[in-house]
């Protein structure tokens, strides 16, 4: 079993916590010499020679000769620790900013919780801490882990009713101008209304006609071990 960090914005963490959000959807990611053109499964179809391929899989942990992609998030039974936007409040007695030693901080989570961080210098004055990007969040003040129940690969508008729901998409209240959503609505023609929520969330996320370039992606399922 294997450990890594996976990026989540606030509504996305708040639809963790709420239990609602028990899928996720990445691009696949592939070198620029590389043709997705085939993914029901598991195959990448390299543009130039099968060696390539073989070479590029060898160096990622495959077979030599299956011309597979090997998911970065991990595989069934894997974990993902959740890296979401976050300040440090403390006091530090001896003055100046927080050390390095975990044990001296509070947490406080951008999702969740309200103002920033603070910290207290050596004559009492009462510093704010700013909020920090989800990128720099270390393991250990990550308060989500989630397991991996199933890796899957699909076109990102083959996406089902019941997978948009299971995006989380509940907690996406508010996302995009109402402008913005009639286009989006516009430019995917007949859908559902759960599809239509994860497509402007998508695009809230990858820029704006992101969805229209139906990329394959990696569909995550993960149940949450923590909290």
């Known amino acids: 079993m294997k450990e890594r960090p996976i990026?989540?914005?606030a509504p996305m963490v708040r639809a963790l916590l709420d239990g609602t959000k028990t899928q996720t959807r990445r691009a696949v990611k592939l070198p620029v010499e590389?043709?997705?053109?085939?993914?029901g499964g598991w195959k990448i179809v390299h543009k130039l020679v099968t060696q390539t391929v073989e070479m590029f899989n060898r160096l990622h942990g495959a077979p030599l000769g299956t011309n597979v992609a090997i998911c970065p998030y991990g595989q069934p039974g894997d974990r993902l620790w959740i890296r979401e936007a976050f300040a440090l409040s403390v006091v530090d007695p001896d003055g100046g900013p927080p050390d390095?030693?975990?044990?001296?901080?509070?947490?406080?989570y951008r999702a969740t919780d309200t103002p920033g961080g603070e910290w207290t210098d050596g004559e009492g004055n009462t510093i704010a801490a700013p909020w920090k990007p989800s990128i720099h969040m270390p393991r250990w003040a990550s308060r989500i882990l989630l397991e991996i129940t199933s890796v899957r690969v699909e076109r990102l508008q083959d996406?089902?009713?019941a997978d948009a729901v299971a995006e989380g998409i509940a907690a996406c209240d508010g996302l995009?101008?109402?402008?913005?959503?009639?286009?989006?609505?516009?430019r995917m023609g007949d859908c559902t209304e759960p599809v239509l929520t994860y497509a402007t969330l998508w695009e809230s996320i990858?820029?704006?006609?992101?969805?229209?370039?139906?990329p394959f992606c990696w569909v995550i399922e993960f149940k949450r071990v923590a909290p």
Not at 180 to 185: E, F, G, P, R, Y
């Open 7 to 9: 990026l989540m914005s």
């Open 34 to 39: 590389y043709d997705a053109a085939w993914c």
């Open 100 to 108: 390095d030693d975990p044990e001296n901080y509070d947490v406080i």
């Open 159 to 161: 996406i089902s009713e």
């Open 176 to 186: 995009g101008t109402v402008e913005a959503i009639l286009d989006l609505a516009k």
């Open 206 to 214: 990858n820029g704006v006609g992101s969805w229209n370039k139906n």
